[in-house]
C-alpha cells in the first residue's frame, strides 16, 4: 500500500468543510467568487479522500469478517472474493491522491502565448513551422481554446518564419508547456525534384500568460514605436500603418504586434512582453532552485531537440521521454492528447520520486 499524508488529506477535507459552511452562511460577492473557485479545485481530491476512507473502512469490515472464526462459510466465501476488488479500489484511489497533492505550477491554469520560429532548413523550415501552428490551432479547437495571431512574417513559399499566438482558455499551459523546444522534420519537401528526404526544424516556445500584478513594467523601461507591418498577405497578416513595436530597455526584448487595430496591437504587444519578462523570472527562480530543474521533462532548455516528425514513416518521437507513434497524420490533425498526457505522466513519476525519496 502507498503511504499518504494523512494530516495533509485531514486538512484538505477541513479546509473543504469550512469553504462550504462559510459560503452556505453568506458572505461578500467578491469573497465568495474567491472561496468557489477554491471549494472547486479542492472539490476533486475531497471526493477521492472520502472514497478512500470508505473503501478502508469497507476492507475493515471484510478482515474482520475473515479473522473471525464465528463467521460462516458462505460469508467467509464471499468476503474472500469482495476484497481483492476492494484492495484494488484502495490502491488506485491512494495513486490518484498522491498525484493531487503532488506540488502545483502556479502557471498551470493559465492561457499561454506561443511562439514559433523557423529553424534550420529554410523554405521547407517556414513550411513546417505552418504546420506546426496548424496542429495547435486544431488542438487548442479540439481543448475549446480560442487561438489568436498577434504577429506573423510569412515565408517565401508559404508557412512562417515566426508566428506569435495567444491561446486562451482553462489549463492551456498546463497541456502546452512541455511543447517548449526544437521539433525536428523528415520529409521529401515539395519542392525537392529528387524526392530526397531534407531534415529541417522550427523552435516553439509556450509561455504562460502574465497579468500586470504578476510583472511590473516601469513607463521609463520600455520604447514603443509605430511602423508599417508587412507581409506576404494572407489569413494572418495584415498590412496596415499601425503595427507597434514595443522594446524593453533593461533586456532588450523586443515585441511586434501588426494587427488591425494600433490600440490593440499596444495592448497585445504588452502582453507578449509581459509573458516573455514573467518566463524569464520563472526561469531564474527554477535555475536557483537547481534540483527541481531535475524534475522537468527534458530539460526546459529550448534548443533541446525534443520531438522528430517522420513523414515517410507515419512517425512521430518524442525523444524525453522515449515515445514513438505510428499515427503522425491523425497528430499533425491536432490529436495531440496521447503524447501530452505521456508527458504529463512522466512529469509527475519524476514528482512523485523526488516525494518518496524526498
Do not use: C
Amino acid at each position: 500500500m502507498i503511504a499518504l499524508p494523512r494530516d495533509r488529506m485531514d486538512q484538505v477535507v477541513k479546509r473543504f468543510d469550512m469553504l462550504e459552511a462559510q459560503m452556505a452562511a453568506g458572505v461578500e460577492p467578491d469573497a465568495y467568487v474567491k472561496m468557489a473557485s477554491e471549494y472547486a479545485e479542492l472539490q476533486e481530491i475531497v471526493g477521492k479522500v472520502r472514497a478512500l476512507r470508505s473503501a478502508e473502512a469497507e476492507a475493515a469490515d471484510l478482515e474482520a469478517m475473515l479473522a473471525d472464526r464465528a463467521t460462516d462459510a458462505e460469508m467467509r466465501e464471499l468476503a474472500e472474493a469482495d476484497l481483492p476488488a476492494v484492495e484494488a479500489r484502495i490502491e488506485a484511489l491512494q495513486h490518484d491522491i498522491q498525484i493531487l497533492l503532488l506540488p502545483k505550477d502556479a502557471a498551470d491554469e493559465r492561457s499561454a502565448i506561443l511562439e514559433i520560429r523557423a529553424g534550420t532548413g529554410g523554405d521547407e523550415a517556414s513550411l513546417f513551422a505552418g504546420d506546426l501552428f496548424r496542429m495547435y490551432e486544431r488542438y487548442a479547437a479540439r481543448q475549446g481554446w480560442r487561438v489568436e495571431v498577434v504577429s506573423a512574417s510569412e515565408g517565401e513559399v508559404g508557412g512562417f518564419k515566426e508566428i506569435v499566438a495567444s491561446v486562451a482558455g482553462k489549463g492551456v499551459f498546463a497541456r502546452l508547456k512541455f511543447e517548449s523546444g526544437v521539433h525536428r522534420v523528415q520529409r521529401v519537401p515539395a519542392t525537392e525534384a529528387q524526392g530526397r528526404i531534407h531534415t529541417s526544424a522550427a523552435t516553439v516556445a509556450v509561455l504562460p500568460e502574465a497579468e500586470e500584478v504578476d510583472i511590473e513594467i516601469r513607463p521609463e523601461d520600455i520604447r514603443i514605436d509605430t511602423m508599417r507591418a508587412s507581409g506576404a498577405g494572407g489569413q494572418h497578416v495584415n498590412t496596415t500603418d499601425s503595427a507597434v513595436r514595443i522594446t524593453h530597455l533593461p533586456t532588450g526584448i523586443m515585441v511586434v504586434s501588426a494587427e488591425k487595430s494600433q490600440h490593440q496591437n499596444r495592448a497585445r504587444a504588452m502582453q507578449i512582453l509581459r509573458a516573455r519578462l514573467f518566463d524569464m523570472e520563472r526561469t531564474r527562480l527554477a535555475d536557483e532552485r537547481s534540483e527541481s530543474r531535475k524534475l522537468q521533462v527534458g530539460s526546459g532548455d529550448r534548443s533541446e531537440r525534443i520531438r522528430t516528425y517522420n513523414f515517410p514513416q507515419g512517425r512521430l518521437t518524442d525523444h524525453r521521454i522515449n515515445l514513438t507513434l505510428y499515427k503522425l497524420d491523425r497528430v499533425m490533425e491536432g490529436e495531440l492528447d496521447e503524447v501530452v498526457d505521456a508527458l504529463i505522466a512522466d512529469h509527475q513519476s519524476k514528482l512523485l520520486a523526488d516525494v518518496e525519496n524526498g
